[in-house]
């Protein structure tokens, strides 16, 4: 493809007041240069390269194989755009490829073209964090087209290794099942993130268990805020899948919809399970506070102790310290320690009695 290394801002946004279907980027900034690669495949053969140009293409995908062409990059608008037109894609298809910040949705383009949304989530290790990519799937009579926001992460490096080596049923398989290969894989790739935010919610309801610490409510508000992230990724997939395994398409066979329900039922309980880790990031949240309340009463009750101890002492000493005339006790040569040897006595009559209570 040409190269276009233009800054784009960090965040683009869409003019408003554009007409339906005006091609415009809105997204990250992305400092590489767009990737198209086109995969031609059937039981007996596999052949991959990589698009300079469209013309390179053939309008018409080849029926005797099934095509992939594999986008990364959406960036690049005028890549897009060229590619609409070569294959006849619609605008507003287009236009929600080139939008990052586009929810997932499903769309059917009359009898050529099922076009899904979906977002791939991956966790970041070097910042701790849960990262997600805009993906674009087109399924059409014998071909699926993918846009992937941005190649710094291999997303669908699976699937080329799987049709390269000839493993599975994907060689063997249609175009719609190769649409399956990759949704498929995106909602497998759910699993490994919440894998990882389970292990990080266990670490911290332990630490919260053992020693409660103030930073601690920090984390749960940033894991409540990963878990939010991941189920507004989801969320919209039970409808997708659910119409997908509903509706009768020409461009799905009867064997590819058994999948498609497999799938279907993993974005169930996928949600099942964050719907479990909310209740278990409330029940967290309940024992913090009550880690610091009970805390805070051996706290106040330790404190109440003391008190109860030197009130007595400190009203003694306050009475001896009026010095009066008629005070007889000030004459005695031995008064003072007669009076710190009764505060001492009653100080540990109090702290027996308290240990007795167990209030210490």
Known sequence: MPKHHRKVKKYVQK???????????????????????????????????????????????????????DVDGVHEVSIIESIGKHYHLHPLLLEDVLNTEQKPKLEHFGEHNIFVIMKMLQYNELINEIESEHVGLVLGKNYVISFQEVHKSDVFGAIFERLKASVGKTRKGKADYLFYSLCDLVIDNYYVVIEKFSEKLEELEIKIIENPHPNDQTLLYELRRSLMQIRKAILPLRDIFGALTREDSQLIQPSTNIYLRDVYDHVLQTLETIESYREMIENIQNIYLTSLSNKMNSVMKTLTVFTAIFMPLTFIAGVYGMNFENMPELRNPHGYFYTLGSMVIIGIVFWVYFKWKKYV
């Open 15 to 69: 003019k408003a007041f554009t007409s339906p279907g005006t091609l415009a980027y809105v997204g990250k900034e992305v400092p590489i240069d767009t990737v198209v690669k086109l995969v031609e495949f059937n039981e007996e053969m596999y052949q991959q390269k990589i698009v300079r140009v469209m013309s390179e293409c053939h309008p018409d995908f080849n029926e005797n194989h099934t095509n992939w062409l």
